[in-house]
């Protein structure tokens, strides 16, 4: 059997390879750095990777607006896997560089945005620069010719690079910060039910009238389904045209997410599926007697005595 191929927000060291290689094999498959999430994730649309490791929320920031919005479009994927990588930063500068002289600082806009407090205490007058990530922003200052003059990154592009020295360590404002990546690969057979499972779906509000929210989130209330995340994002369409980005608690083989989605479909048409997979933290979902798989199957099995007589 030939080697899987993975593509994932580069370049390399950056926090989602870190993440890509949770996955078992990872080390030794051939693993391709992309710019942007877009072209990780069109090399598994068109058969270039068996998948793709993009970053999806972070603990500080919420949703990676690039990752939502590439997913929810274009040829269906599906999610297979999570991760997750407790996240920390470094700033660093070219030798012979201090605190003092930094003016302008690149990194990631969700990396600016958990340093923020930092900065403005230590280096309240630096500019921002926006980096493709973390990592490229670092990689950067080592090709002599940049226009800023420090990096935020991952300890780990630090330590790898000898061009760069570290001038503050830890500087995120929050120091249990987390970020969520998803493994993402063309649509197949789903990822076998654990029982601590998590259901990703897209669903774009048909018609804008009072309670069109509400009636999205009735289908999973009435049959006891939590979420754990949702937001808004436009379609790009015309203004005030949004969809919604939804994880639910549960595997689309759990007969309250069946149901739930069957809900979701008749509201919702275009209700986009992507995925039911194992949760990174294994924490099983709370099911009320009266939404288990029994209870469902013993009222089918109910409305079926009646029908028949």
């Not at 926006?130 to 200052?141: C, F, R, V």
């Not at 120091?175 to 029982?195: C, H, N, Q, Y």
């Amino acid at each position: 059997m030939s080697a899987l191929t993975y593509t994932f927000l580069g370049p390399e060291g950056t926090f989602t390879e870190t993440a890509l290689m949770q996955v078992p094999g990872a080390a030794d498959a051939s693993r391709i750095p992309c710019t942007n999430v877009n072209t990780a994730l069109e090399r598994v649309r068109n058969g270039e990777a068996d998948a793709a490791m993009v970053p999806i929320e972070n603990s500080v920031e919420g949703g990676v607006t690039a990752t939502l919005d590439a997913i929810a479009t274009g040829p269906e994927l599906r999610i297979i896997r999570e991760a997750l990588v407790p996240i920390t930063f470094v700033l660093v500068a070219r030798p012979g560089v201090v605190v003092s002289d930094i003016k302008r600082i690149s990194t990631h806009g969700h990396a600016w945005a958990q340093c923020r407090l930092w900065v403005e205490e230590n280096i309240p007058n630096a500019d921002y620069v926006p980096g493709s990530s973390t990592a490229a922003s670092a990689m950067g200052l080592l090709e002599g010719d940049a226009h800023y003059d420090a990096a935020i990154c991952a300890p780990l592009i630090a330590g790898e690079q000898p061009g760069l020295n570290v001038l503050a360590e830890n500087i995120g404002d929050n120091p249990d910060a987390v970020t969520r990546f998803i493994l993402v690969s063309r649509p197949g057979t789903l990822p076998e039910r654990t029982g601590a499972d998590k259901t990703t779906v897209v669903v774009p509000l048909p018609e804008d009238h009072p309670g069109a929210l509400m009636e999205i989130l009735d289908q999973f209330a009435s049959r006891g389904v939590n979420l754990s995340r949702i937001e808004s994002r436009p379609t790009g369409q015309y203004l005030g045209h949004y969809f919604f980005s939804i994880d639910a608690d549960g595997h689309a083989s759990d007969s309250r997410v069946a149901d739930a989605l069957a809900g979701l479909h008749r509201i919702s048409p275009a209700t986009r599926f992507l995925g039911s997979y194992a949760r990174a933290d294994k924490q099983a979902a709370v099911v009320a007697p009266h939404t288990s798989d029994a209870a469902f199957a013993s009222a089918h099995a109910w409305v079926q005595s009646i029908l028949k007589g």
